[in-house]
Each structure stands twice: as C-alpha cells, then as structure tokens.
C-alpha cells in the first residue's frame, strides 16, 4: 500500500529535517488514521509539489510530527485532458469529480449547458463550486495523485465553444440515431497539447449547442454502443483517452 497523501499549504524549497503537519490535516493524520512512529506519509501542495516523510511522534490529537525528505515536483502529465461536465441533478455532480479525479483527468469546467435541469446561480451556485473542488482535493488526496486536477469557474456554452478552439484535439461525446458521431475508440489523437472532452447533460447537447462547438472545430464522438449517465460518461472517456495516449503504459 502506498503512502497516505496529505496536503498542505507551502512546502519548504529545500525540505526540512522536521516538520509539523497541523490542522485538519494533522487531526486527519493523528486521530483517523492513527499514525505511528516509522509510518510513511507524503506531503503534497497539490500542485505537483511533494516530500517523502517518516513519522517522528504525534503531539495531542491534531499534530503529527515527521522527518520531511527532499521536495520533488511531478511535471504536468501530456497531452492534458480537460473535461466539461454539464452540471448533473443531486449529488452525481461530486460522483462525476470524484471518479474522474480517481481516473486521472487534469482539469474540470462545469458547463451550465441549456437541457440542464441543475442551474448554478448566486449563493446556491458557489456552494456547488466549493462542494466540486473540495471532491477532487479528497479523492487526489485517496489516489495518491500529487497534482489535483484544476476545477474551473461554471462556464456557459460561448466559453465553451472558446475552450475548444483552442484545444489541440476537441471532442463532444454525442450520439443520435441519425447523427453521424465517430468511435472515440479509434480517433486520432495528439502526443502532446491539450484533449478537451464535452459531456452533456441527461437530455443530450442540444442542437444550437452541437453547431456551436463544431464551428470551433469540435467533432461528435461515442464510447460505445451503451448510453452512459453523464455522471460517468466522462470518467469512461477519461479513461480511453489515458490508455491510447499512453499515459497509462
């Protein structure tokens, strides 16, 4: 099993010889897990940034006090993959982040899309952003990942549209029965640059939508010959695309 990851604000530039892990994080360490003396843990600001440490001794209930080895730092991983999740009914927004980050998605755009029964707006919708990104610090912290994926502000379908014209492979996942959509399986796929992948919501991309994101180079892709929930389509995808990019080798 590997080490468990906990992060942090700052890792010191050259490491430390001891260091106190604190806080909710400490208490996590101290009073949930129950690490002792000699365990591993791997310290992480989850932006790439990590240190090795040994567990020296824990003082009360909420600091654990470890040895911190060098600080090393993983670079991006290439091509990049960004998925914009349109915003799912209930809690299958935060099952959405939790797997895809479990996957290994680079970044998150949630898409207030226009068949969207969930509707991201004033205080409700911050609250959902918070509930987004607090998914995916705890399942990177779960995967042992070091570089959490990025989840970006709501956007509407325009800024979208923008994110796709600049992305070096654009796809829609998109299936009709009299819609020419093409296997995402055998696409042609980048080494290197950025993937940006749209999931739609439960009712599908609507059309104004779909002739919008072509515009700006997009093309409709399938999984399969199932229809996926929008809670899991993009972990699916996210996971094809790391495989055929090699990413998973």
Same mark, same amino acid.
């Not at 999740?85 to 998150?108: C, F, N, S, W, Y």
């Given at each position: 099993?590997?080490?468990?990851?906990?992060?942090?604000?700052?890792?010191?530039?050259?490491?430390?010889?001891?260091?106190?892990?604190?806080?909710?994080?400490?208490?996590?360490?101290?009073?949930?897990?129950?690490?002792?003396?000699?365990?591993?843990?791997?310290?992480?600001?989850?932006?790439?940034?990590?240190?090795?440490?040994?567990?020296?001794?824990?003082?009360?209930?909420?600091?654990?006090?470890?040895?911190?080895?060098?600080?090393?730092?993983?670079?991006?991983?290439?091509?990049?993959?960004?998925?914009?999740?349109?915003?799912?009914?209930?809690?299958?927004?935060?099952?959405?982040?939790?797997?895809?980050?479990?996957?290994?998605?680079?970044?998150?755009?949630?898409?207030?899309? !226009?068949?969207?029964?969930?509707?991201?707006?004033? +205080?409700? @919708? =911050? &609250? %959902?952003?918070?509930?987004? #990104?607090?998914?995916? *610090?705890?399942?990177?912290?779960?995967?042992?990942?070091?570089?959490?994926?990025?989840?970006?502000?709501?956007?509407?379908?325009?800024?979208?549209?923008?994110?796709?014209?600049?992305?070096?492979?654009?796809?829609?996942?998109?299936?009709?029965?009299?819609?020419?959509?093409?296997?995402?399986?055998?696409?042609?796929?980048?080494?290197?640059?950025?993937?940006?992948?749209?999931?739609?919501?439960?009712?599908?991309? !609507?059309?104004?939508?779909?002739?919008?994101?072509? +515009?700006? @180079? =997009? &093309? %409709?892709?399938?999984?399969? #010959?199932?229809?996926? *929930?929008?809670?899991?389509?993009?972990?699916?995808?996210?996971?094809?695309?790391?495989?055929?990019t090699g990413r998973w080798s």
């Amino acid at each position: 099993m590997t080490a468990p990851v906990f992060v942090v604000e700052h890792l010191p530039a050259g490491g430390a010889q001891r260091y106190v892990l604190d806080g909710p994080e400490g208490r996590h360490a101290v009073s949930v897990k129950r690490l002792r003396p000699g365990e591993s843990v791997v310290l992480t600001d989850g932006d790439g940034r990590w240190a090795e440490c040994e567990v020296v001794d824990t003082e009360g209930k909420d600091r654990l006090v470890v040895r911190m080895g060098a600080v090393a730092e993983e670079p991006p991983q290439t091509p990049r993959i960004t998925v914009v999740q349109a915003l799912p009914k209930g809690d299958r927004g935060e099952l959405a982040v939790e797997t895809m980050t479990e996957t290994g998605v680079d970044a998150i755009v949630p898409w207030a899309a !226009a068949r969207c029964i969930t509707q991201w707006k004033g +205080e409700r @919708g =911050a &609250k %959902a952003l918070g509930k987004w #990104r607090a998914t995916a *610090r705890e399942a990177g912290k779960q995967s042992r990942r070091v570089r959490f994926p990025e989840v970006a502000d709501a956007a509407t379908t325009k800024q979208v549209a923008a994110l796709l014209a600049e992305a070096d492979f654009a796809a829609v996942l998109h299936e009709e029965r009299d819609y020419g959509s093409e296997p995402l399986a055998t696409a042609e796929l980048p080494a290197e640059g950025e993937i940006v992948l749209v999931v739609g919501p439960e009712g599908g991309v !609507a059309p104004e939508e779909l002739a919008l994101f072509e +515009e700006a @180079g =997009a &093309k %409709a892709y399938r999984l399969g #010959r199932t229809v996926l *929930r929008t809670s899991t389509a993009g972990t699916a995808a996210t996971a094809l695309l790391l495989g055929r990019t090699g990413r998973w080798s």
